[in-house]
């Protein structure tokens, strides 16, 4: 089975002008192209924020996803709640769309585990990995019990350039060309690895031409067109529940930010080449689709804005205000009962707990 | 898991502690062919038991551990899976995330380090870091250990690098009923468990086993011989010289109580501090690198928690701080019984 439309590769749809340089798919109307609008625009506002709260000491290192929402949003629109999501690490536009709260992300990202506890169609994902490249053997391992068990649905796992250097990547995607995995691996290759250029991780031509040496199938797409993304996302799902193999998918874009909130890129990347970049960010050319047929103007921007802005200061909000996790929390859950060699050290947590008098001040040392 | 009030029965092996007519016939049989019996078992009483590892579905392990269970349980039940051990322990995390119970096996220990990744990192943390949300009932079965004149990587004891890592348990055994009973509980068990098969033991002698599926518990020793002179803890294979050792002393009504640790990680101290008690001196024997050993753990426990028990200082029985060696100097390594003869005189000598 291999991708049905006769596009050139990259694949794309809209380009960074916001002109159509194909038709759409079917399956992509009017309220879909509002909707994956109004969630970039919401993912932007909300990595925005979180740099923020960053900066002012009220989370702690936070992995910046500007400029590569439309692979995120692509992806979390395409998955059904029956499929199961591998995230790395700057993937907050998924998790979003599959019912992760925002309140929950910033938790998490504050250094509280309980961000870990998704529901709804997470609620068998994985949390955010990050020994890079380890997540793709966890998909591969989801996609072979969900084989083994003859479900007909799929794992999507995603990692960043870098990632494709590792063993485990190329170990997985062997394995779900030898095994026939219901597995697409999206790589974000957003071009730099902290400070190592793709240029230096590899000489493959393509990410996607590493799919050769697995005997699957690699795509390469324009990772900044949310069209393209969820077409092509939305098409290696569909191979994968019907039985007919794994994918391998390069979404092309652009790591606007620093890598982290830690990490100062212009130690390392000419700002010219930063700023050409900013020109083909995904957020502008679907607005300027939209406005090109008129279905979007200036004042359902403006609402859409400001109705993003609420709905992040409302988890802003939810999360300074949740309350402090139990100080045992540290060590209850790491077995599934406690052991009585154990027991020694969870009093010493409660009696350090009570010494220290530890509130529940999240983002404060 | 078991209560401590059931360690006493669980002390002896199976054969031993069921006092009731058993339903089924005990028959002798190997290590390897308990594991076997063990893993076959497990399959049967839980379909989301999967095998998985290098050459074990066709061939039946190199050891012939998994030898038949393809054939009775079908490949996707047994799977060969490609050359790659980190891979192997990946997929491992993935499928028991998803609530599958997959039971993987490393060929030999030397060739665990590209797994440690996923053991340390998420099979170990999955449930912590997700509150509960995901947990990994997985088990990786290694052979492991020297003495059987293998290549070179193919003969290591690096057990104290698993007993490091808080998340995972880390199981033993010596014999084959012992075998039988905690694969069985590693495999029933809801945390990562790694099941540490002594290689060298694997065939050494017969013994007889019931295969009646019932498991022993992950958090006790067993004191496999009682007596009030000295203490000898030891684990996995060196056990064997252990006991030899322990024979010989006593012919010269010298009594050691010898305790097979079998659950690395958690540990009881509490049958090992007990037997100290009675004893007052101990020998911890191990066939690792003596630094940072799994011994200098117990020896510290037993500082920590017994000093003023012990009436000499503990001595300890090691492999020596070098690179397992290739095999003609094999025997240069390994503890043998003479070198825990030697250390036990010794340690009477001492006594205050």
Redesign the interface.
Known sequence: MRYPNDLPSPIQYLDASGALRHDLPANIDTKKLIRFYQTLVLIRIFDQKAVALQRTGQIGTYASCVGQEAIGVGIGEALKPTD?F?PYYRDVATQYLRGVALKETLLYWGGD??G???RGAA??D??LCV?IA?Q?????????????RDQHDA?LVTCGDGATSR??FY??L??AG?WQLPLVVVVNNNQWAISVPRTLQSAATTLADKAIAAGIEGIQVDGNDVCAVFDVVSYALRKARAGKGATLIEALSYRLGDHTTADDATRYRPVEEVNAAWQREPIRRLREYLHQQDHWNEAAEKKCLADCADTVQAAVDGYLATPPQAAT?VLD?????L????YGQRQQILDKAERLSLGGAHGKP | MGSRESVAATNQTHIDKSENPAPMAATDITMVEAINLALARAMEQDENVVMLGEDIATNGGVFRATLGLKERFGYKRVMDTPLAEALIAGISVGMASQGLKPVAEIQFMGFMYAAIEHLVSHAARLRQRTRGRLHCPMVMRIPYGGGIHAPEHHSESMESMLAHVPGLRVVTASSPARAYGLLLAAIESPDPVIFLEPKRLYRISRQPVIDDGQALPLDVCFTLREGSDITLISWGAMIYETLQAADRLARENIHAEVIDVATLNPLDDDTILASIEKTGCCVVIEEAPKHCGFGAEISARIAEQGLYLLRAPVARVSGLDVPMPYFRQETLYMPDEGDIYQAVKKTLEQIT
């Open positions: 199961i591998v585990e309980r870990n506890v998704y609620a068998c994985f949390p020994p380890t793709v053997t966890h998909a591969a391992g989801i996609a072979t019990a969900m084989k083994i794992t063993g485990d170990e997985s062997n394995l030898v929390d859950y790491l077995f599934a009962e052991p009585m060699s154990l």
